[in-house]
């Protein structure tokens, strides 16, 4: 599902989140996922923001960079939710 910052807000809002992970496809997805990255840590919505995809590393301070491999990013992540 494609989402933009507002709606990313409301959706990570109404489900209670314990975490945001943001697929990060190509390098043209990086700005706008910044900006949803940024808006989802400046909210306070999610405890933990995560972005992952072949453009996903390093997407922006305090949000935590997953591995390719979906199987190796799900552990990744069922690691930082303990």
Same mark, same amino acid.
């Given at each position: 599902?494609?989402? @933009?910052?507002?709606? !990313?807000?409301?959706?990570?809002?109404?489900?209670?989140?314990?975490?945001?992970?943001?697929?990060?496809?190509? $390098?043209? *997805?990086?700005?706008?996922? %910044?900006?949803?990255?940024?808006? &989802? /840590? @400046?909210? *306070?919505?999610? $405890?933990?923001?995560?972005?992952?995809?072949?453009?996903?590393?390093?997407?922006?301070?305090?949000? %935590?960079? /997953?591995? &390719?491999?979906?199987?190796?990013? !799900?552990?990744?992540? *069922?690691? &930082?939710?303990?």
């Amino acid at each position: 599902m494609h989402i @933009g910052g507002g709606t !990313a807000l409301a959706a990570v809002r109404s489900r209670a989140a314990r975490a945001a992970v943001l697929a990060v496809v190509t $390098p043209a *997805d990086r700005p706008q996922a %910044h900006a949803v990255a940024e808006r &989802l /840590l @400046g909210h *306070d919505v999610a $405890p933990i923001v995560c972005s992952g995809g072949a453009s996903g590393s390093h997407l922006a301070a305090g949000v %935590h960079s /997953l591995a &390719l491999s979906i199987g190796t990013a !799900a552990q990744e992540l *069922d690691e &930082l939710l303990g």
